[in-house]
């Protein structure tokens, strides 16, 4: 038996329980607009020795209208694991940088709007659903992104490192990141795409400033997030000559020395700032096969006289 609340007539109660199943309709139907926009998206992804960071990178764009996969001369098994998982493969002779293998995948590119993602970012179809249904609702738009999740830590870039052009005042985001972008194909052509002269780690900031001049907006979702995996900088020792390391040793330990010779109650350090840094030099090539320079004193300062050592005393 069904009860109708006190002050209610059983025609408002279905009235309300009418609007609660539109709402629960809701989400489905946004998903169903989803979906036909994902038909309208084509993904570029530039390779280059990039197969450590490829597993999964295809499993939330399965749906969309193409996957085009652009390799600049990898000699893992990046292009292979592309092949395998259905995406067109496109192979360049040479390295010639990220922007020469996106503008190259751009322009086999036959759908309204392109995706650019790197090959260590994770993007879902709810992601990639919401960029495409922004750019297709708000013309004067030319490109947006997904907020970029990296371990804990939840990244909403939305300013320009290369700043504006004069006189330019952008109604929302003077930057994005280059980690999943989407932007609309027939602008990208007139902009001619990515300049390759510019730093690679900066070509989506000169696109964006150059977009941002001609009257273009961009937007920052709030949406779903794109997973990127934390970046793990491998330390790199450049081996230098002889001349160049004292040099620089010299000026980085002059200072220190002094501070030490003055704590010491010494005027002068036990050697000299040059022969220090040869010292140090010494050091860093050693373990890794260089040429040893011997271990002497400074010739312009006597060496101490070696200490006795303490006789034992008998009990």
Not at 72 to 98: H, I, K, N, T
């Amino acid at each position: 038996m069904e009860l109708v609340p006190s002050g209610e007539t059983m025609g408002e109660t279905r009235a309300a329980r009418r609007g609660e199943t539109e709402r629960r309709a809701a989400p489905s139907l946004a998903a169903q607009s989803c979906a036909d926009c994902l038909a309208d998206v084509t993904v570029v992804v530039a390779l280059h020795d990039d197969a450590h960071v490829m597993p999964g990178l295809f499993d939330g764009v399965r749906r969309v209208g193409a996957v085009i996969v652009v390799d600049s001369a990898s000699r893992d098994q990046g292009p292979a694991l592309a092949r395998a998982a259905g995406a067109q493969l496109v192979r360049l002779p040479e390295y010639r940088g990220r922007a020469a293998a996106l503008n190259a995948g751009a322009s086999l590119a036959a759908t309204s709007y392109v995706l650019f993602l790197k090959p260590d970012v994770r993007i879902s179809e709810a992601a990639a659903g919401a960029l495409a249904a922004r750019l297709r609702r708000d013309r004067d738009l030319f490109a947006a992104a997904p907020p970029i999740r990296i371990g804990f830590r939840s990244i909403k870039r939305d300013r320009n490192r290369l700043g504006l052009a004069e006189g330019v005042a952008p109604d929302g985001p003077s930057g994005l990141s280059g980690a999943a972008l989407m932007v609309r194909r027939d602008a990208f052509e007139r902009l001619e795409g990515f300049d390759h002269r510019i730093l690679q780690g900066l070509i989506e900031d000169d696109l964006t400033r150059r977009a941002l001049a001609r009257g273009w907006r961009l937007a920052l979702l709030d949406g779903p997030e794109a997973r990127r995996a934390p970046i793990r900088v491998r330390p790199r020792r450049i081996l230098i000559d002889g001349a160049q390391a004292a040099q620089r040793f010299k000026e980085a330990h002059a200072g220190q020395e002094r501070k030490r010779a003055e704590k010491r109650g010494q005027g002068a350090p036990r050697f000299s700032a040059a022969r220090r840094s040869e010292i140090m030099l010494a050091r860093e090539v050693e373990p890794r096969g260089g040429r040893l320079i011997p271990f002497r004193p400074s010739p312009t300062r006597p060496a101490p006289p070696p200490r006795p050592r303490p006789r034992p005393t008998a009990r």
